[in-house]
């Protein structure tokens, strides 16, 4: 299954509520790929304001992972790498309840997940002049 939609940064919230219903269940690990800048921390600040979640949504870059309200799981692999994110301890982190968010998902870790039974979901976003397409998808798109 596949969703593609193009956006400007002020309709986020309508890609975050279009995402969701895609998804379509209250537990989902979201892989995000995009280059620098292409708004993958934006996506998830919108994702955070989406469910009245007051907290503040930084990247977290160095820490590896930020937890927003009690489930939703933010992490940030450009750093470290899916050797360390798994060195961590934080693929088990995977198994709780909730929304886990991936910035810098790749295929390496998709392909752990399918290994390991893992269902999750490829949000790609690629930058445009003045907006963004975003793909949804059940499967790693190329």
Do not use: C
Request: without cysteine.
């Amino acid at each position: 299954m596949l969703k593609k939609f193009k956006a400007k940064e002020v309709s986020i919230p309508k890609v975050v509520a279009e995402t969701l219903a895609f998804i379509n269940r209250p537990n989902a690990i979201i892989l995000i790929e995009g280059n620098l800048a292409s708004g993958k921390t934006t996506f998830v600040k919108e994702f955070v304001k989406y469910f009245d979640i007051g907290d503040e949504v930084n990247s977290p870059t160095f820490s590896i992972q930020n937890i927003y309200g009690s489930n939703i799981h933010h992490y940030d692999i450009y750093q470290k790498g899916v050797s360390e994110f798994l060195k961590l301890g934080l693929f088990e982190m995977l198994e709780e309840s909730g929304y886990h968010l991936i910035e810098w998902g790749n295929i390496e870790l998709a392909s752990i997940l399918k290994k390991y039974g893992f269902q999750y979901w490829h949000l790609k976003i690629e930058i445009l002049e003045d907006s963004r397409i975003y793909q949804v998808s059940d499967e790693w798109l190329s």
